[in-house]
């Protein structure tokens, strides 16, 4: 019984420990910019096809939520919908960016998905 409440308590030790210094390094990252950023969107062949702005206007913990208008480049085939405006949500994990532009669709979604380095 002895040894079974050592290790019970080895166990809750442990898990502290380990929930302390994972906390302490979410709180140490930077914080992604809020503001507005220029986007620009490729077709396969490297041709511009979309360009315009996300603006990213708020961040709770890894939660960001903004906006975005983007235009149509030229005369592209399939485009989908990216282009027009809109709200996006999307979250930030260490150097990494997932934005959602449409979050309230079911279909439809165009999900972007990028690195964060120096602010950009």
């Known amino acids: 019984m ?3 409440s050592m290790y019970l308590l ?3 030790l442990g898990f502290y ?7 302490k390094s979410v709180q140490q990252s930077k914080p992604f910019p809020l503001g507005e950023y220029q986007y620009a969107g490729f077709d396969k062949k490297g041709d511009k096809i979309v360009e315009g702005r996300l603006a ?13 208008q983007l235009n149509k480049i030229g005369n592209p085939e399939r485009i989908g ?12 994990q260490e150097d990494s960016l997932f934005l959602n ?3 309230n669709m079911v279909d439809s979604n165009v999900h972007l998905k990028g690195k964060i380095k120096d602010g950009r």
């Not at 420990?17 to 906390?23: D, H, K, P, V, Y």
């Not at 990213?56 to 975005?68: C, N, V, Y």
């Open 56 to 68: 990213i206007t708020s961040r709770e913990e890894d939660r960001i939520k903004g906006e975005w």
């Open 17 to 23: 420990i380990w929930n302390c210094s994972r906390a």
């Open 81 to 92: 919908p990216q282009t027009g405006k809109g709200e996006c949500d999307g979250l930030v």
């Open 2 to 4: 002895k040894m079974a």
């Open 10 to 12: 080895s166990f809750v």
């Open 101 to 103: 532009l449409n979050p």
